[in-house]
Structure formats: C-alpha cells, structure tokens
C-alpha cells in the first residue's frame, strides 16, 4: 500500500507554533511518499532514502545551532551526564516515533508538529517534516533537547505546550546561562594559553568557543521549565502536569526549584550541589569552584533504543543509525566466545553486509559495552531518586493472624517529594509505579501474590491481553499509581482508554476544541482523567485480604514486598507497534525499590 501527502509548510502567522519568522528559513512545498511500513519504522518516519534530503540542511544546521558534540570540547563533564539523561533521549527514544506516528494517524494529522516542539525543538525551527526518519535529521536535531535548547533561549515565557524561542548563531555566538560570564572573560583575556578562538578569522590551531555567556535570571529558576513540563492537548486534556502541581507543592512555598532536586548533588532532594569547574581545555580549568548543575536531570524515564543508538556518544558516529539497529547485541556479537563459535562453524550466521567482517563487529561491542556501561549508571541514578522520593511503612494487620481465617493487612505508601505528585509526569498511558506483594508459607511455597506480572509481562488488570482472553485471572486488589484516560463511547459509560481520542465517536476522529469553556466543568466533554497519583507528602493506603482457604497451615509466614516502578505499559507499547527489543529493555530496565520481607507467625 502506498500514501501519497502533498504538504506545505507554513509561515508562522499560519503555524505559530513553528517558530519560524525569525530563522530565515524559506516557506517551501514538500512532495514525498511514504509506504505503510513507514507507520511502523523506528522513528515514526519514512524509510531511509524515501524521503530527500537538502544537501544544505546540515550545513545550516551547524551555522545556526551547535550540536552538543561541539560543546563536549570544553564541557566533557557535563556532556557525558547529559548523554544518557531523557532530555538527550526526547528525539532518539523510538517509543517518542511510535506513539507520536500513532496519535497523529488517529487524529488525521491535526496536531502537527505539536509533539516535536518539545522533543526536537530546533527540527521544528528547521521545519523538517515530522515524519522524517532519524538518520536523515542534522546532527542536532537528533540530540533533542541538547546544549542549545536551554542554552540559546534570552526572553522570559510562562507558556506551555513547547513555547518558545531560541537564538540562532554559530559556535562563536553568545550562550545564556545563570552566571554573569567572567569564566568566558577569563578565558577570552588568555586565549593563547587556554588556546582558543572565538572568529574562524583568527589565524592558528585553537578550540571554538562562545565569545560572551551572558546571564539569563530565569534559567536556573522553575519557571523556565514550564514550557516543556506543562502541556496540554487541543481538547483541554493535560498530558503533563507537574508544574499545575509544583506551583501548589510545599517545595515552592520553601523556596526549592525544579533544579536544585533534578540537578542538584543528591537525586530527588534538595541537598546543594557540587562544585567543579565551568570549562576545562587540556587540562586547562577556569573557574575550578564554580557550582556544578548535573545535567543528568535525573528522572524516572529510561532508554528502550538499541545501546549503539543511544545513550548519545560520538563513538556511534563510527556506524550509521540505521546499521546499528541490525546489530545483534545480545546474542553475542563482537565477544570471543562468539566469535570463536562463528570461526569454528558451531554457529552460523547470515550477517547483514555491513557486519560482516569480524574486526566490525569487535569495534562496534565495544562501543556497545561502554553504552551499556552508561545506561547502567544512569539507571543507578534512577534508583536513588525513586527510593529518595517514597516510603513505605507496612504490614499492618487487622486483627492475630489465624490459620483457617482470612489473613488482612494493609501497607502505607508515602510520597517524600515535596515538589510533586508520586508519579509525575507524562500521564494516561505512563509512568506505571505499583507494589507487588507475595505471601509465602511455612513450606516455602508461594501462595498469594498481587502485582503479578502475565505472559507479556503486563500488570493483570483490565487490559491485559492474557486477561482478556481468560488466560489469567484479574489482579482484583492490585495497587497501581498510573494515571488512567477515561473517555465516553458510543456504548455505555466512560471507560480507561489508551489516548484521550474518542474514536469510537466518529469514523474520521479530529481533536478539536469544544464550544464551551473547560472551566465550567473543569475537563472536557467525553474525556477526563483519574488521577491515582500520591500528592507531596501524601499517603495512600494499599489493602489486601488473602482468603481464609489459602491459610491452611499454622506457622510462620513471610510477606515479601517491593515498589516497581515501568516508565510504560506493555499493553499500550503493543498498541503502537513496539518491536520486541523496545519490549525487552522496557522490563529489563525498571526498577525495583524499597524490597523487604516481613516474617510473622500463624497461630
């Protein structure tokens, strides 16, 4: 099957969420055509080849904006924490082009670029199509929210939604920061021993560097995260709402800032922060104790890409994206063991063309493993901001526990954030954070459990394909924090759906906004949310009852329980066509806190 799109881009009086006056960049009429497999590709975009590129677009790119790999010369440190951070991962993250590829089907494309605005700012200033695919982008484009999405925006904006504006300029140009600039001055004043230039028309070897950093008061402040941090959809639907949240929270009456918690010294609290130079040049420092923001961001959001796309390291450069992506990493490519295997003829293999010489494969595991490395560390961070930020005090039991009665009990959950809800973030379809609980008996066995996990490794409740289909029973008394979609169909009440698109309603689905005001009802006609989220320093309370035919033996009893904590549901990855490796790192990557076993005696 082949679709035809004639599209135009346009001015951004038409489109002002483009962004595009002041960028120089020509309107122009973009002929392409994608076949079906486009909806389902990695990046949400066309195949490689099928949609043309201009030879000029990477040129201009550099001119315009620096990539982030340019930056990394004299901010290494700061580089490699931002590397494997979610910011880093907005455009590359495969699921980002599944759902947004999905969404923008469903809602017969009247979103437009909303989604990139935040995920690729500057692609959406370079008006590149939204369909296309990854590889085909600039350098910078594929970095997401890189150096200079925060680093080139000088104006004040309490929009949301991916309003706002960056400045363009080359490398030499001004960046914006929370200093005044003296490192830079510093810098400036000794450039031949720092050797650096700030003019391709100095003469000589030197390291490109900004001429001028200039103070921007909002940048270290909550308020410049409200752009990307806050966002609704056309109907009125709130899809991320953690400034809502933050603006009630105790942490703003305190004073603490989105960053002091996400880029501070300790994850997910407001403990200061390090010090550390603002640049070094071979072994050259300026400013050794200036204080150090960990552009980690440290967050609950992880990498599902393949490790030779992502985490961001300019040793991938050494293979193209789209070959990465054959690379069979785990069945053991590029180790000795496997290729001792391969030589011996005990394991053949068709490798694709450009893996088959061995000595490739051995470069490419090593860039692997030192990726694998990365998102390892990355996924420490992770940790220590969810065990930072809950609590868990439990069991309680209601009444002796007593062989051949019910057995009840009771665990407190407490969000310690004091900034926002436990769990934040992008809401309806993620994050998944929910306690799964095991009782075992005196003879070892298990013989209770919610939180159980079915075959395609979903929660057991009312979409799970292993539940639908009988497989399974439903997990009644499961304790899970997502926050869900209900809308209203054609056939009876509201239900939890996958998006909030009434495509029930209408063959030809358009989100469009309602004629009255959200206000009087305070969400939209036919959608609404339930929000089963923990608010700053909240308790919610999860209660369990084993039945009385399952407590059979006198003795003791262990009660083993963990927090776990999928930044997707399976069942709404399979909805938008994730492949099985997006599936695989989704499960082996989340993570597990607060595990303990409690012992208790049956009388």
Not at 328 to 353: C, L, S
Not at 381 to 387: D, F, I, P, V
Request: glycine fraction near 8%.
């Amino acid at each position: 099957m082949t679709i035809n799109f004639n599209a135009r881009s346009e001015s951004s009086e038409q489109a002002p969420g483009m962004l595009r006056a002041w960028t120089g960049m020509p309107g122009m009429t973009i002929i392409f055509t994608l076949t079906l497999s486009v909806f389902l590709s990695f990046s949400g975009g066309a195949q490689a080849g099928e949609a043309s590129s201009d030879p000029h677009v990477e040129a201009y790119a550099k001119s315009q904006f620096p990539s982030a790999k340019v930056c990394a010369g004299c901010h290494k440190k700061i580089y490699k924490e931002w590397s494997s951070s979610a910011h880093a991962y907005s455009s590359v993250s495969p699921m980002f082009s599944k759902f947004e590829q999905l969404i923008s089907n469903l809602t017969q494309g009247t979103l437009g670029s909303f989604c990139m605005r935040c995920h690729s700012t500057v692609a959406t200033i370079f008006e590149e199509p939204r369909e296309l695919v990854l590889w085909d982008r600039p350098q910078v484009s594929q970095e997401g929210i890189t150096c200079v999405t925060c680093h080139r925006v000088n104006e004040h904006y309490g929009r949301s939604s991916g309003e706002r504006r960056l400045v363009p300029g080359d490398i030499f140009s001004p960046v914006y920061g929370p200093f005044e600039g003296d490192g830079v001055e510093e810098v400036i004043e000794n450039k031949s021993f720092f050797k650096v230039k700030t003019s391709e028309d100095e003469k000589g070897l030197g390291k490109r560097i900004h001429a001028k950093a200039i103070k921007f008061e909002q940048i270290d402040k909550s308020e410049f995260c409200v752009a990307c941090h806050q966002v609704a959809v056309a109907p009125g639907i709130k899809l991320e709402v953690v400034w809502d949240q933050f603006r009630a929270s105790p942490a703003r009456k305190e004073g603490t800032t989105c960053q002091d918690c996400h880029m501070g010294k300790v994850p997910g609290l407001n403990k200061g922060y390090e010090k550390g130079p603002a640049a070094q040049f071979i072994g050259k420092s300026v400013k050794e104790d200036r204080r150090h923001s960990n552009h980690a961001f440290y967050g609950p959001g992880y990498s599902m890409a393949h490790p030779g796309v992502f985490p961001q390291n300019p040793k991938n450069a050494e293979f193209a994206m789209k070959d990465w992506l054959s690379y069979d990493y785990r069945a053991g490519w590029g180790r000795d063991k496997f290729e001792t295997a391969v030589n011996d003829g005990k394991i053949k293999v068709d490798f694709p063309k450009v893996w088959a010489d061995v000595e490739d494969r051995y470069t490419a595991r090593d860039i692997i493993e030192e990726n694998l490395e990365a998102i390892k560390a990355e996924g420490k961070l992770r940790k220590q901001l969810m065990s930072n930020g809950s609590h868990i005090d439990g069991p309680f039991f209601s009444g002796k526990p007593t062989e051949g009665e019910a057995l009840k009990f009771k665990y407190r959950v407490k969000n310690m954030n004091k900034g926002h809800n436990m769990p934040s973030g992008s809401l309806g379809m993620q994050p998944q954070l929910w306690l799964n609980v095991a009782l075992i008996d005196p003879n070892g066995r298990r013989i209770w459990e919610s939180g159980y996990l079915d075959s395609n490794g979903d929660l057991a409740d009312q979409h799970s394909l292993d539940v639908l289909a009988g497989k399974i029973e439903r997990d009644a008394q499961l304790f899970n924090l997502q926050t869900k979609f209900l809308t209203t169909n054609v056939k009876g009440t509201d239900r939890e759906m996958y998006l909030p698109v009434n495509f029930d309603i209408d063959q030809r689905p358009f989100i469009r906004p309602d004629g009255r005001p959200n206000t009087v009802m305070n969400h939209p006609p036919f959608i609404r949310m339930e929000a089963r989220s923990i608010p700053p320093l909240g308790t919610k309370e999860a209660e369990y009852k084993v039945p009385a035919a399952l407590m059979k033996l006198p003795g003791k009893y262990r009660l083993a329980l963990r927090l776990r904590h999928r930044s997707e549901p399976v069942y709404f990855m399979k909805f938008i066509g994730a492949t099985d490796e997006m599936l695989k790192n989704v499960n082996e990557r989340m993570i597990d806190v607060h595990s303990y076993t409690v012992e208790f005696d049956v009388k």
